[in-house]
């Protein structure tokens, strides 16, 4: 079985500064992880994944996550928060054809 | 563009009247998902199609069908609809090639209103 966890329900963040969306994983064999991103009634959109290759993955919008096995960890980071941000991010990880979200991350930015 | 639609993209219905939501995708994506997403809470997967193989989940209520008539379309019936069954609806579709599966795509939702 496999499962994440986003150990934060809310961030907030200045305008400018670091964005920090923290998630763990448990998976019984390697996993595919993937973080989308979901606006106020919208449907998600993938920010970006990770599939066994690259451990540092890029994605859209300036966002990037790092898989590191020893923590079993996919922290989504950004260098600096933009207004356009704000939205709520859920973790992802893949077995088989089905998806087992996190509960998600409400991203809040300050002005 | 390639893409995952939905319609409509609200939909009001009374309580214990059918109603029926459509997902369309030009993405060529041989399976197809439904999720149920209530406030504040992450997509719950309702079935999902392979092919033609439909595959529900062992929680999904009875009071939720689905069809597939073609690759292209993908429909959610909800029989009679309770207050509970107030939510956002999502779509997605991917492909998937033996045992590997590529991302999933996911359509804007239907929100759905039960009066």
């Known amino acids: 079985a496999q499962s994440v966890t986003q150990l934060d329900s809310h961030v907030s963040v200045s305008e400018g500064t670091p964005v920090l969306l923290r998630c763990n994983y448990s998976?019984?064999?390697?996993?595919?992880l993937f973080w989308y991103v979901q606006h106020p009634n919208k449907g998600l959109q993938l920010l970006l994944k990770y599939t066994s290759a690259a451990t540092l993955v890029k994605g859209i919008n300036g966002f990037e996550a790092e898989f590191k096995k020893s923590e079993t960890s996919f922290h989504l980071t950004k260098p600096s928060a933009h207004m356009s941000d704000a939205a709520e991010y859920f973790c992802v990880v893949r077995g088989n054809e089905k998806l087992t979200f996190g509960t998600g991350t409400r991203l809040t930015i300050i002005p | 563009d390639a893409m995952v639609i939905q319609n409509p993209r609200y939909q009001v219905t009374q309580f214990g009247k059918p109603v029926t939501l459509s997902c369309s995708q030009t993405?060529?994506?041989?399976?197809m998902y439904w999720y149920q997403q209530k406030s504040s809470q992450a997509p719950k997967l309702l079935f999902h199609?392979?092919?033609?193989?439909?595959?529900n989940e062992a929680d999904t209520p009875d009071n939720f069908q689905s069809r597939r008539p073609n690759t292209s379309f993908c429909f959610l019936d909800i029989r009679s609809p309770g207050l509970g069954d107030a939510a956002m609806y999502l779509c997605a579709t991917t492909k998937k090639k033996g045992t590997f599966s590529y991302e999933q795509y996911f359509g804007p939702g239907t929100r759905l209103t039960v009066t």
């Open positions: 199609y392979y092919d033609k193989d439909f595959n």
């Open positions: 993405l060529n994506h041989n399976v």
């Open positions: 998976s019984s064999y390697s996993p595919s």
